[in-house]
């Protein structure tokens, strides 16, 4: 057995000592797999926008004894019995997140983001409905009406999109074809939100297009989450009808996804979850939540997302300077989009990706606006700051990061070169773990 130690496997701060000894003995096999995982993720820079690293206290939730427990209905309306603890958990998990947010009400039970969105469609809108949703190939989800989503088979999208590269304001979210578009295809529904797009999105004048077309307005929160927590975006809760989110982003909880909502849709969003499209809730993820909720309202979260935002501008002019271009000419969150053609036109994203891979720079490639490639090839490279801003990192580690991808991307046939980046990676890992062991927690950067 690797003598590596999970989650400082040595105090009871984690999932503690005694589920983990058992799960070695027990299971051998799996317990290797999640020494390797964790292995991992404290010897790699972890560069995915949607990743991050959750608190020893969200894992110690996660991984409790509520996932034995049926719970299908809500806090005081369950159809089991036994539920008085969940009750109280979900709850709790119900009343923090609408006091961070300022919101009427929320349901926590969605499984995903994806759900999440899912039900809410469910909630307000007849299958043929029209949605309007950004553009896949431009940063908009699979469900924002993707052909391969249920969402795409069960309403009718409409999409818009970012401004051309070379208009006054290069690559931003195109209000007035939003607007053209809305008059025109009458939705019942438009969608604010992203995966990949680099700049705030102000909720106000997706509001007043609404509201002129007599639309109902969701903004799907996904990834800026944990930035609006720390009040580093508009909130978009009480402007748009319906808010949902993924905890797991940057407001750095359990895998999971939320919904925010005014009180009149708060019956139509509870049963669309419950039953329409989901079971028993997951009890343990919920309380993982309740704790994510209370982390994301303390102070240090401000300042979080304040160097989460300084790391990707560092990140963003750090590449730059390497001949990368960043779409939208730079960022004001987590995100990086990089168009890899200018740095070099034959190296495709996919294989940008791979390369980085292999020396422990973990990203994905991704689509930029009107990308020649396909989605599966692509010409370009999505990069996020949350998740190594939570293990510590500056803008001086983030500015490392960058040269290491613009040297292991140059010399990306040269098996020495690589190597000496795949120990720069590990070197610099070693003073940013996210899970140290032995340290109190939490205890690292944020
Ligand atoms: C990540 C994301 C989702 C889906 O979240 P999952 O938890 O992966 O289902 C939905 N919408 C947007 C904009 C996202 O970025």
């Not at 603890?85 to 998990?93: F, H, K, N, P, R």
């Not at 940057?250 to 039953?275: H, M, N, Q, W, Y």
Request: hydrophobic content about 35%; overall charge negative; glycine content about 10%.
């Amino acid at each position: 057995m690797s003598e590596t130690v999970i989650f400082n496997e040595n105090s009871s701060s984690a999932i503690g000592t005694e589920p983990w000894n058992a799960l070695k003995k027990s299971d051998p096999e799996i317990a290797q797999f999640l020494i390797d995982e964790l292995t991992r993720q404290r010897t790699s820079v972890q560069l995915i926008a949607s990743e991050n690293f959750t608190s020893p206290s969200v894992l110690a939730a996660s991984a409790s004894v509520l996932t034995n427990k049926y719970s299908e209905g809500y806090p005081g309306k369950r159809y089991y019995g036994g539920n008085q603890v969940v009750d109280e958990v979900e709850d709790l998990a119900r009343n923090r997140v609408t006091k961070l947010f300022g919101a009427d009400h929320a349901n926590v039970q969605p499984h995903s983001g994806a759900s999440a969105n899912v039900a809410v469609y469910q909630a307000l809108l007849q299958p043929g409905d029209t949605i309007m949703a950004m553009r896949l190939d431009q940063g908009g989800h699979l469900t924002h009406g993707s052909p391969a989503s249920i969402t795409g088979k069960t309403y009718r999208f409409i999409s818009y999109g970012v401004t051309p590269e070379d208009s006054d304001k290069g690559e931003r979210i195109d209000l007035d074809l939003l607007r053209d578009l809305a008059i025109r295809e009458k939705p019942a529904l438009i969608v604010a939100g992203t995966t990949a797009y680099s700049r705030v999105i102000d909720p106000i004048p997706f509001r007043e297009i609404a509201d002129e077309v007599g639309a109902l307005f969701m903004f799907d929160a996904a990834h800026p989450m944990g930035l609006i927590a720390g009040g580093n975006h508009p909130n978009p809760v009480g402007v748009a009808d319906i808010v949902t989110f993924t905890t797991h982003k940057t407001l750095r909880g359990p895998r999971g996804g939320a919904i925010l909502c005014k009180s009149e849709f708060a019956k139509a969003i509870d049963s669309a979850v419950f039953p329409g499209l989901q079971g028993g809730p997951l009890e343990h993820v919920i309380a993982a939540k309740a704790v994510a909720f209370g982390e994301a309202g303390e102070d240090y979260f401000k300042s979080y997302g304040v160097q989460i935002i300084k790391n990707a501008m560092a990140l963003a002019k750090g590449l730059e300077s390497q001949g990368f271009r960043i779409v939208s000419g730079g960022t004001e969150n987590h995100q990086v989009l990089v168009d890899l053609r200018p740095f070099d036109k034959e190296l495709t994203g996919k294989e940008a990706q791979e390369v980085l891979d292999q020396v422990g720079l973990t990203c994905n490639r991704n689509q930029i606006p009107d990308d020649p490639r396909s989605p599966f090839v692509t010409s370009g490279l999505r990069l996020g700051t949350s998740a190594e801003t939570t293990a510590g990192m500056s803008e001086t580690e983030i500015g490392t990061v960058a040269e290491l991808i613009g040297k292991a991307l140059k010399n990306r046939a040269d098996g020495s070169v690589l190597n000496e980046v795949r120990a720069s990676v590990k070197e610099l890992c070693s003073d940013f773990d996210p899970y140290p062991p032995g340290a109190p927690w939490p205890g690292y950067g944020f």
